[in-house]
C-alpha cells in the first residue's frame, strides 16, 4: 500500500496516528537552525513520531542499491543528532519500524493515560 510516495508501513502508522490523536501534522519542521523535519508531529502530546525506513531501496526496478541512509555511520549519526535536539528542545520522541509500528496505538494510549494522571491535561 503506497499513497503519495509514503510506504506501507509509514502511511499505515499516520492513519494510526490520525485515528488516535486530535491533530496530526506531516513533514514537521522542528528545528529552525537545522532543516530537521519529523515524519510526524502531534501537538496535543508535544509529540514527534519518526518512521524508520531500514530497508534495501530499489534502483528503478534493476535490484537494490543497498542499505538505506539509516543504517550508514553519516545517516545514522545524522538521525542521532535530529534526535537528540529533539529532545533538547523539549519534544517527546517515538520510534518505529515496518515490524513495531502496530504498537503506536499503545504507546499513544499510555502517553495520553499518563498526561491525564500528571494533571496537565
Known sequence: MKSGGVSGPKFL?????????????PEYKFADERKFRADYYVPELNLLVEYEGIFFAPDNGRGYTGASR???LKGYSTDCEKYNLAQILGYKLLRYTAANYKQAVEDLRRLKRDLKVGGTD
Open 13 to 25: 502508522l499516520g492513519a494510526i496516528l490520525r485515528a488516535e490523536c486530535d491533530e496530526v501534522i
Open 70 to 72: 539509516h543504517l550508514n
